[in-house]
């Protein structure tokens, strides 16, 4: 399922390693299929602070602790 030969961002590649689906993802923090698709495949993406506050939100209370700066120029 993972390790498609798809170009990555590091964020993707930590979901990859911890077996985190984007779905799941996307579905926990609220925000669009799109906006996680872009987070994992496109390297120079910065999501918006509100869209990242979401999305750690959603990591935390699935039991990871992640920090926006190990993936993003924010």
Not at 5 to 33: C, H, M, Y
């Amino acid at each position: 399922m993972f390790g498609l030969g798809k170009p990555r961002s590091e964020f993707g590649r930590w979901l990859d390693r911890n077996g985190i689906t984007q779905a799941e993802v996307a579905r926990r923090a609220k925000v669009s299929a799109m906006t996680l698709t872009r987070l994992c495949g496109e390297k120079g993406y910065t999501p918006k602070i509100a869209t990242w506050v979401r999305i750690e939100r959603a990591l935390k209370a699935m039991g990871y602790d992640v920090d926006a700066n190990k993936f993003f120029d924010m």
